[in-house]
């Protein structure tokens, strides 16, 4: 039954039916691990952390255990115990694309670019239609040249104005609205000729948009004016 509310994401019943079977088994595996991912839906990640960590002593050649481990890690923040399970998943089953992919994402998140394209390469090469990480290798290229042209420009000065616009029309089922690249398009270059140095950013998901908004947060601190310019629909989706 916890099964069941798992999928039908209802995760405080699916929690409250694993207690009852782990209070009869404190040793069932199933029990704890997918306790583990009904935590995790609650964003109550010491505590998928622990049932993870409790599924990997029982069973330490399962490589499940440590990738649910680091996508935990990860959500918290951990970068660092979050790569070293992805390490260990990969060693106990390197013909898994997903791991990769994960890994990729740690990289990623340290910057480390050239790694984490490798990662996602290496994901790819063991599943050709992987969504996911072919999106991934296309966003991690353009993140990297960007960042090395903006290596080769000098630095924002002290009193400089700065401005992140982002224009977001492509929302998959939800359907494409036309008008956020051109806004973005001509918002930019207003900016651009007030003497704004400007960032355009168009069609991003989540990731790119904190990751720019994160890279976007350094030049805010050294500029006299740091403006934020959005356009596309403000919606929450399930």
């Known amino acids: 039954r916890g099964d069941v509310n798992i999928r039908r994401k209802e995760p405080?019943?699916?929690?409250?039916?694993?207690?009852q079977v782990i209070a009869q088994n404190p040793d069932d595996i199933l029990a704890l691990f997918n306790r583990g991912v009904a935590?995790?839906?609650?964003?109550?990640?010491?505590?998928?952390?622990a049932d993870y960590t409790r599924v990997i002593a029982l069973k330490p050649d399962d490589?499940?255990?440590?990738?649910?481990?680091?996508?935990?890690?990860?959500?918290?923040?951990?970068?660092?115990?979050?790569?070293?399970?992805?390490?260990?998943?990969?060693?106990?089953?390197?013909?898994d694309p997903s791991n990769y992919n994960n890994r990729g994402n740690i990289f990623w998140d340290k910057g480390d670019f050239d790694r984490a394209l490798a990662d996602y390469e290496r994901a790819i090469q063991l599943r050709p239609?992987?969504?996911?990480?072919?999106?991934n290798r296309k966003l991690v290229v353009a993140q990297?040249?960007?960042?090395?042209?903006?290596?080769?420009?000098?630095?924002?000065?002290?009193g400089a104005r700065v401005?992140?616009?982002?224009?977001?029309g492509a929302y998959g089922r939800?359907?494409?609205l036309r008008n956020p690249a051109n806004d973005a398009a001509a918002v930019g270059k207003a900016l651009t000729a007030i003497g704004f140095s400007v960032e355009i950013v168009t069609d991003a998901n989540r990731e790119t948009m904190a990751?720019?908004?994160?890279?976007?947060?350094?030049?805010a601190d050294r500029a006299a004016i740091a403006m934020v310019y959005y356009s596309g629909h403000a919606v929450q989706l399930p």
Not at 211 to 219: G, V
Request: charged residues 30%; aromatic residues 8%; hydrophobic residues 45%.
């Open 144 to 158: 990297r040249d960007k960042a090395k042209a903006a290596a080769a420009t000098p630095a924002i000065p002290a």
């Open 39 to 49: 935590f995790q839906a609650r964003s109550l990640h010491d505590r998928a952390i």
């Open 163 to 168: 401005a992140l616009v982002i224009g977001n």
């Open 129 to 135: 239609d992987y969504a996911v990480a072919i999106d």
């Open 63 to 95: 490589p499940d255990g440590y990738t649910n481990r680091g996508i935990a890690y990860r959500a918290k923040g951990d970068a660092d115990r979050a790569l070293a399970d992805y390490n260990k998943a990969i060693a106990l089953r390197p013909a």
């Open 211 to 219: 990751r720019s908004l994160r890279a976007f947060s350094d030049k």
């Open 12 to 19: 405080d019943r699916a929690i409250a039916d694993f207690d």
């Open 174 to 176: 939800m359907g494409r």
